[in-house]
């Protein structure tokens, strides 16, 4: 062997062969640390490890199917720590690279590629990943695990477009075949929870408490306090609409209570948020303002991680304000809520930003800046109107429109004598 050739085989005395090995072992360790894990604060200190582990392993053609196993074992903490956003990179080096694997795990990696896209708002491109795993799957038994997966993905992925009809069909693949194939209660319980939640969307209220009632009697006996934390903060979210503010109440501090005792300080502050919005409707405008300025400073610091809960935070915050009759303060938290909802395409809240302040402009006998912002809240509601929320909020700006027209003819008239 010349001396170039060993250079090549060595590094640092080690040759490729055992620098593999050392890495395949190193793969061995990091996913039975992932499988035995019972704690996020765990996970989250050797967060950066699992990842350089999953990144050398996949340079390997013998280590990385290993590598990829490791990052589908390790996507539920990761998602669940809010570390998902370092993993997107390697997801989108993965896909389309390393198709020779089999079809289940293929399509694995196809539902959680979707899903990074669809956490990062990316969702045309979430929908188009998990139609590909759709296809890929065609071949296999409907009842089997995976077909439950990329169906649940797709019902969510139609859900957060507002396509509702396709993501309760979605929705129904999914909890049947997790019911038909006796799926663990994991499974079923995700299924029911997204039905839930579309349900809650379509306003069909008693629906979505059956289906969070379904999920969370299936979480409950298992470790999984962060999933039955969420089930129960949408839950408690139906029964506010509902009117059954108590209720809603009881049930967001015992989301808070499966929830205390994790680093998750965004599921957290995803309960405070709604239990300030309970508050609201108490008319305790006071209280639930103090909650809510506490909030906005944490997701201001980086509201990326979920700029949709920073849209509603600064809308719920000027509402607030609004109540109090601070007018000309509200418009600022008004404003960033326009601008969140805008960045993110989602026209029904951008509508209800925009006649809120519309409210506090009225407040400062602004009327013809207000009139302004009712023909664009209609503008942009107009094509939701077949969604039953859609429907109602356009009536409620219309009203708010026509009687803002008489406001101000009545007003020209007084100044005209």
Known sequence: ????????????????????????????????????????????????????????????????????????????????????????????????????????????????????????????????????????????????????????????DYRQQSQFNQAKAHGLTAWESAQTAQQSNAWQATAANSLGLIHQSLEQLDEAVDWYTKAIDLWRPLPRPVELGRVLSNLGITLQGQGKLDEALLTYHQAQRQLENTPLWLEKLIVQYNIAVVYFYQEAYALGESILREAYATIARQPDIHFTLYAHICHSLGNMILRQKRYTEAESPFREAIAAWQKLGDNLNLAESLGALAKALIGQEQVKGACGLYDQALAAVASLRHIPRGDQLYQELQEARVALDYRHDVLGNQRAF
């Not at 996507?75 to 809010?82: C, D, E, K, T």
């Open 1 to 156: 062997m010349n001396g170039a050739a060993a250079k090549q085989s060595t590094i640092d005395g080690v040759s490729v062969q055992e620098g593999v090995a050392i890495v395949g072992h190193a793969l061995d360790y990091w996913t039975g640390f992932v499988a035995d894990l019972d704690g996020f604060q765990t996970f989250m200190e050797e967060h950066d490890n699992i990842l350089r582990a999953v990144k050398m392993g996949l340079g390997a053609e013998t280590t990385r199917r290993q590598a990829l196993e490791l990052a589908l074992a390790a996507f539920l903490p990761v998602q669940n720590s809010g570390l998902w956003p370092a993993w997107i990179p390697l997801y989108e080096a993965i896909y389309g690279r390393f198709c020779d694997i089999d079809r289940t795990l293929h399509a694995r990696f196809l539902s959680r590629l979707g899903q990074l896209y669809r956490l990062h708002n990316r969702l045309a491109e979430a929908t188009a990943v998990h139609q590909e795993a759709a296809a890929l799957i065609e071949p296999l038994p409907n009842n089997s695990q995976i077909t439950c997966e990329i169906s649940f993905q797709l019902a969510e």
